[in-house]
């Protein structure tokens, strides 16, 4: 029987170019003929520029920005880029604190906190902003011996990770799941116990589609009060998978490639598999927020389109528009040059999405800015 988690894996591996099909954005150059992890073109036609940087962040984006750096570095021989997977609260902190060169975030710098204003002065009096880079569908990841298909609602995904459905026979899984042989296996929750991007969208995804079974506010910090906390998605991803009857939210790319499977999500518009499609479909409701060359993002959590996975993360790359000194901002130009052009394309066999079109566009035009 094929699972959820073997289904979507395939699905991902065939339908993703087409589902979002991004131009490529050749630089100066030519066509180096370097190979990436897939065997596909890692870094054609990269503007190199040299130097070291530092960056850290979410991890969400990890297994990405990895495949990124080792990419760019065999292209570009004089660059040395540093990534630390620390959370996406940590990154912000540090790259305002001038102790990092940019940062990943599952969240945007936040008005309301100051942290805009604050990373001005770490960028010498210029903005700073928030450009979206890797999307990531979060994955309710579960662990339960002889169970490979399940669907939740977001009612159900909410009482399960308040500790109120405690058992995987439970009649409100049931009742979402009749053909389902559910064991009796106590439910284990696990959540990130480190500052997290992952959590504040997973939980303004339940506070919106759930609004009266998770009535905390959404937060990076999370609010429940039952099961075991691990630091990032690595950290989650490995307790679910030593836990019969295990279940955790985490970017899709580490319950895949753990092995675990995946719940369909089931906003009222029927049940979705996780899939390049169904990513796609859920992303068509985003928008822009921001303002200027800040390309914050809204997305529709509460979607019911027939088609569309509701629980999608949007990692952004946090820097300063100017101010760094001249080869650092130079080699962030130049990588995050590449990493919204070229970089998109090997984002697929690593368990993530492109960038849809109207936004990489968008990205690119605000990269092009930068120095």
């Known amino acids: 029987m094929i699972g959820t988690r073997t289904r979507a894996t395939a699905q991902w591996a065939v339908g993703l170019t087409a589902a979002f099909a991004l131009a490529a954005c050749g630089s100066s150059g030519g066509d180096s003929g370097n190979t990436g992890s897939d065997g596909s073109s890692a870094a054609a036609a990269i503007n190199c520029a040299t130097g070291s940087l530092k960056a850290e962040g979410s991890t969400a984006q990890t297994n990405a920005i990895t495949e990124w ?28 604190a001038g102790q990092v060169d940019f940062a990943g975030s599952d969240a945007a710098l936040s008005e309301s906190k100051g942290e805009f204003a604050s990373a001005a ?62 064991p009796s ?62 279940i955790g939210y985490m970017e899709y790319s580490f319950a895949d490639n753990g092995g675990l499977n995946s719940a369909q999500i089931d906003n009222g518009g029927g049940a979705v598999e996780l899939s390049p499609e169904s990513a796609s479909k859920a992303l068509e409701g985003a928008t822009v927020v921001g303002t200027g060359s800040d390309l914050s993002l809204k997305l529709d959590y509460a979607t019911k389109a027939k088609g569309a996975y509701p629980i999608v993360l949007v990692t952004y790359e946090v820097v300063c528009t100017k101010g760094l000194p001249a080869a650092q901002g130079a080699l962030v130009k130049s990588f995050l040059t590449y990493t919204a052009g070229d970089g998109q394309d090997v984002l697929g066999d690593l368990g993530y999405a492109p960038l849809p079109d109207a936004i990489a566009t968008k990205v690119q035009a605000a990269v092009a800015t930068l120095s």
């Open 69 to 96: 750096i080792t990419n760019y570095q065999t292209e570009c021989s004089g660059a040395t880029i540093a990534y630390n997977g620390t959370g996406s609260g940590a990154g912000r902190t540090n790259f305002i």
């Open 121 to 182: 002065t770490r960028c010498g009096g210029n903005p700073a902003i928030n450009l979206p880079m890797v999307v990531g569908p979060i994955a309710v990841a579960y662990n339960v011996n002889g169970l490979t298909d399940l669907i939740l609602t977001p009612a159900v995904t909410a009482d399960i990770f308040l500790g109120k459905i405690t058992k995987w026979d439970d009649k409100a899984i049931a009742a979402i799941n009749k053909d389902a042989k559910l």
């Open 185 to 246: 296996t106590a439910i284990k929750v696990f959540f990130r116990s480190d500052d997290s991007g992952t959590t504040q969208n997973f939980t303004t995804y339940l506070n919106t589609s759930a609004p009266t079974a998770w009535t905390a506010a959404p937060a990076q910090k999370w609010a429940g009060t039952v099961g075991e906390g691990k630091k990032g998605s690595d950290g989650v991803q490995q307790g679910v998978a030593a836990a019969d009857g295990g």
